[in-house]
């Protein structure tokens, strides 16, 4: 009996959220194409863990797809020159990379139409970060809506579907999905401001948010700091 | 007195509608802020055109961001295996690149953020590209939709606007407002395979377009064919 394999794009930064969405689009049966971005991010060490977590993941392929962003400056991301804030902010954070989630789903939009594809998997969440115009529900409702204006298989009655399997769930229950499906967080770089090795600072936002995310989970936390 | 300039990023691709476009941006008073993409398309010295164009176009400033799509197929403006048609045809047309306008505007919208701006100028052109999904009016207003939900400026009441000013215009249409507004027109390359001196072949579907828009206004046809 054959069956047919649907095929989804999934975007994987190499952080924890990521490969969780991956392992949860691959336990929904997608053959999965993960697609990363190399966009001058200081936490470069990010990108040898997507290729980590891509491959032990199962992925048919992943893609790197390189684009320059710090000429563009604004964000502690990208710009050298603004320092990585270690204590929650109120507002939107100074990490805010400007229509970053915009361009990256735009990116996975047009492999996907090349692929046929007409699913997206996107490890966007609401409840940490809610302070990111483009993590939030109504945002990417809005993309999905243009997505299937835009394309041609839209326009032939796909229905693209912006998946955010994530999007409501806490650090804590993302880690213990993550678990249950055999993710090994150890392989995931989340800081913000990770060495060459990988190894996390530990008090960065991002590093704060999944630490605190293992102990709510009372799960051992695996993540290699420096 | 001081007057307040505003700033808008235009899109310009070094063809004839984008040139008109920055002419008419400039016309209602904004500093522009040019931007091309150089995305591995055929048709490469569309690239020096658009640098002449947003030179002598009075641009603040053109930046050309790289972006590599040429990996990706499907269709005839990136994919070299892919012939460039000659003659109309019926449905979405070969040379449709995929989310290729998303992708665009995406990046525009990001350059705008970082700029302090809210109004971003493209050609899209319904009438004689009714073909592209990605021009369609409903596409555009989709877009703009989503782009005030995904940045910072939009969240703090900015109203950012994308700004289509030819999309009803007929070429005749187009050809007459860049006229009067002193476009030089043979800086402009629309031909889908110009060769590297951008000379134009003169048989493709732009180039007919082109040719037919300047004969309806009855105006000379300054374009450089090979």
Redesign the interface.
């Known amino acids: 009996m054959n069956k047919v394999i649907k095929k989804a794009v999934v975007m994987l930064s190499g952080g924890l959220d990521s490969a969780t969405v991956l392992a949860m689009a691959r336990e929904q049966g997608y053959a999965t194409y993960a697609l990363s971005f190399d966009y001058g991010q200081r936490h470069r060490s990010e990108l040898d863990a997507a290729a980590r977590v891509a491959k032990v993941g199962g992925a048919h392929e992943h ?1 790197v ?5 710090t ?4 964000s502690a991301l990208t710009d050298h020159n603004i320092a990585v804030p270690t204590a929650p902010t109120s507002g ?1 954070p100074i990490t ?8 990256f ?3 996975a ?3 996907a ?2 692929l046929g594809a007409v699913d997206i998997f996107a490890g966007m969440n609401a409840v940490d970060y809610s302070g990111y ?2 993590c ?1 529900p ?2 990417l409702a ?2 999905q ?3 299937r ?4 298989s ?2 032939e009655g796909g229905e693209i579907t912006i998946h955010t399997p994530i999007i409501k769930m806490s650090k804590a229950d993302i880690v213990r999905e993550g678990t249950r499906l055999g993710v090994d967080y150890a392989m995931t770089v989340s800081c913000y401001q990770a060495n060459a090795d990988g190894l996390a600072c530990g008090i960065c936002d991002s590093c704060r948010l999944r630490k605190e995310g293992f102990h709510a989970a009372g799960l051992p936390d695996p993540t290699r700091y420096a």
Chains 1, 2 share one sequence.
């Open positions: 893609r797809i390189k684009l320059d962003l000429g563009w400056g604004g939107i805010y990379v400007p229509a970053r989630n915009t361009i789903l735009s990116l939009l047009a492999w139409e090349t115009p483009d939030r109504d945002y809005a993309f809506t243009m997505a204006l835009a394309t041609k839209g326009v």
